[in-house]
């Protein structure tokens, strides 16, 4: 079983919906962080959490320790935020990775 | 742009070579890890390097190996290459070891085909 698991795989949304992605981390952490992949691979950090939540924007980011569980709010959604986002872990020496959510956001 | 730079950004190599990526991290930071996406996949943690020792690995295999220099740049070798090494390579630096809660900066990647 994967460390981290992320849901869904793949969302679509129409411009405005509110888009919610979930992860799930089954280690202990030092931090959880939300990346951001567009088609071209790069990956761009827009979150690390270790408690609470974050707001940058149009993106809210909150985590619960005690549940292992984070979750990615996107909101008043725009085509520009269609990429991959991806959730991560740090834990030990390493990052530990989810798979992916896959986002496209129609005009 | 995060001023972490990889190269090369796109190979293709055959079965059975060898092939060094490289990766020039942001200014002062001390530790370089590297990490492969295979198509469709999260990226999977390779290596990491702090202060130019490996300190910490993945499930990767010896033929997988690193650098890092005095200037904390980085290089990945992999030896007799399979095709399914064929992924995104990428490389992420940051202050202190990646396990620790630092903020990471990921390079753009290096696409690899193996033929």
């Known amino acids: ?107 | 742009e995060t001023g972490v730079t990889q190269s090369p950004t796109h190979l293709i190599k055959t079965r059975g070579q060898q092939v060094t990526l490289r990766c020039s991290s942001q200014s002062g930071h001390n530790t370089v890890s590297w990490y492969q996406q295979a198509l469709g996949q999260g990226p999977q943690f390779i290596f990491q390097y702090y202060r130019e020792e490996e300190n910490g690995r993945g499930n990767f295999p010896p033929r997988f190996s690193g650098l890092q220099f005095p200037n904390y740049s980085s290089e990945l070798n992999v030896n007799a290459l399979e095709l399914d090494d064929s992924a995104l390579y990428l490389c992420a630096s940051s202050l202190g070891q990646s396990g620790s809660g630092n903020t990471i900066y990921f390079g753009e990647g290096s696409w690899l085909t193996v033929v």
């Open chain 1, 1 to 107: 079983k994967n460390e981290v698991e992320q849901s869904p795989q793949n969302l679509t949304a129409q411009e405005g919906e509110f888009i919610t992605i979930n992860c799930s981390y089954s280690v202990g952490i030092s931090a959880l962080h939300w990346l951001q992949q567009h088609p071209g691979g790069g990956i761009v950090s827009l979150f690390m959490l270790s408690s609470g939540k974050k707001k940058h924007g149009r993106l809210i980011a909150t985590i619960n320790i005690q549940e292992k569980h984070s979750s990615l709010h996107i909101t008043a959604s725009h085509p520009r935020d269609s990429a991959v986002y991806i959730c991560a872990v740090s834990h030990d020496y390493k990052l530990s990775f989810g798979a992916g959510t896959t986002v496209t956001v129609r005009a």
